[in-house]
């Protein structure tokens, strides 16, 4: 029997992904805003109805290169302590202070009743994630950073195909990034993305990626943020069958519910959002019961994941310790269950057993 992990890279028929490379070929331009590139950026703005989209080499890079779009290379940034290490990780490489506000215990999103406690003169932005594709309280995020003169960036890494106020969910915020990674619900092996909000910092943030510098007239300091023209013929390839990804995810996620119902914890649903079932969290009662779920699910080969642990506010690395009591509950007790489109009903069931028997 074969094993069973958290998830499992969708790859679409082999014909359409050459068929895909073959214009590489004939092109004979494999990075640089090729044509492949261009391709796929216009059908992903199209679909998301965003003023500005880039596709980037991935999601940290894309945190990263928002901060620095909106000139953000000190001071502090409001944040999450729930969401996977790129999110403080690209908050630290800008040699900025990550402010870790507690997240509130229902969509495991940023509590943005605490968010104002924690601005100082030395805040800059709020970085706020949307967990598991589940929406954070954007207008009133967007209330306080008009208030206090901040900018927002999104860690979106989760939403793409959500949808939440009649808008993606991806389409809020200064800047909204988005991970294109392997594991994630729409995929270019690696990628990501920044939605951009204004004109001019798009222009500058497309600048940067690049190097900053246009021919040979050098303008600001830049990176490499480009992609290649193979990750967005993977793209290419997987696009046309989003919907049926979407689709299968949620069958998927519906017989979890209908298995699992009442005896573990779930999100809170949302009422103005289109979920997009990017993942199948569960919360469990305690860690302890968590370990030994996990303990009998591995006997069988079966390999759910700690979404997220720890809580980022624990990082030993970190200067300063801040205590998020929330936070550090929910990550001692949350999981991921195996969802992905080829997942087979027959072991969805057999999962959700294991679980039960277990609880």
């Known amino acids: 029997m074969c094993k069973i992990f958290v ?92 402010i870790f506000v507690d997240i509130e215990p229902h969509n495991f999103t940023i509590d943005v009743s605490k968010i104002e406690a924690a601005i100082t003169s030395k805040t800059r932005a709020i970085m706020p994630v949307h967990v598991f594709g589940y929406a954070c309280d954007t207008e009133q995020i967007e209330n306080i950073a008009r208030k206090h003169g901040l900018k927002v960036i999104y860690d979106a890494a989760h939403a793409f195909a959500s949808v939440y106020k009649g808008r993606s969910l991806c389409g809020y915020g200064d800047v909204s990034t988005l991970s294109f990674h392997a594991t994630k619900l729409y995929h270019t092996v690696e990628g990501g993305a920044c939605i951009v909000r204004d004109e001019i910092v798009n222009t500058k943030l497309d600048l940067i990626k690049r190097f900053g510098h246009n021919g040979n007239t050098h303008l600001c300091l830049g990176i490499n943020g480009k992609q290649s023209e193979f990750h967005a013929a993977m793209g290419l390839a997987i696009w046309p069958h989003l919907t049926e990804i979407v689709q299968a995810r949620k069958r998927i996620s519906s017989e979890y519910d209908e298995l699992l119902a009442g005896a573990i914890g779930r999100p809170m649903e949302q009422k103005d959002l289109l979920y997009n079932y990017a993942y199948y969290p569960v919360l469990f009662k305690n860690e302890s019961q968590l370990l030994r779920v996990f303990a009998a699910l591995e006997k069988e080969d079966i390999y759910p994941r700690r979404y997220f642990y720890p809580s980022l506010n624990t990082l030993p690395y970190l200067q300063e310790k801040q205590h998020c009591p929330v936070s550090e509950d929910i990550c001692s007790r949350i999981a991921c269950l195996p969802l992905y489109p080829a997942l087979a009903l027959a072991d969805v069931r057999r999962i959700a057993h294991i679980i039960l028997e277990n609880l």
């Open 7 to 98: 998830t499992k890279p969708y790859l679409p028929p082999q014909d359409e992904y050459t068929s895909q490379v073959e214009k590489i070929f004939q092109a004979c331009q494999l990075t640089n805003q090729g044509p492949r590139l261009r391709e796929l950026e216009e059908k992903i703005q199209s679909f998301l109805k965003v003023p500005h989209f880039q596709y980037v080499t991935n999601g940290t890079i894309a945190l990263q290169l928002a901060l620095e779009a909106l000139d953000i290379r000190e001071g502090e940034i409001i944040t999450t302590p729930f969401s996977y290490v790129a999110t403080t990780s690209s908050i630290l490489w800008q040699r900025c202070k990550p």
